[in-house]
């Protein structure tokens, strides 16, 4: 059934937009629940992103 690279170019910026669009809303929603002001909700939510975008990346290679 799989007729296509699971690894290609556009597959891998879909799935990186995915997650940093999760990791945002975690992030942010998170801050938004203790009360931070914007900058810090938008502080937090990019670096939960980063987190997890990058985390999932480095998981994701094999040796």
């Known amino acids: 059934m799989k007729d296509y690279d699971r690894n290609c170019?556009?597959?891998?910026?879909?799935?990186?937009l995915a997650f940093s669009?999760?990791?945002m809303g975690i992030?942010?929603?998170?801050?938004y629940l203790f009360g931070a002001s914007?900058?810090?909700?938008m502080m937090v939510g990019i670096v939960t992103a980063?987190?997890?975008?990058?985390?999932i990346?480095?998981?994701?290679?094999?040796?």
């Open 50 to 55: 980063a987190i997890i975008v990058f985390g």
């Open 21 to 23: 669009g999760l990791g």
């Open 9 to 16: 170019a556009v597959c891998r910026l879909m799935r990186s």
């Open 27 to 31: 992030g942010g929603g998170i801050a």
């Open 38 to 41: 914007r900058e810090t909700i």
């Open 57 to 63: 990346i480095d998981r994701k290679k094999k040796p």
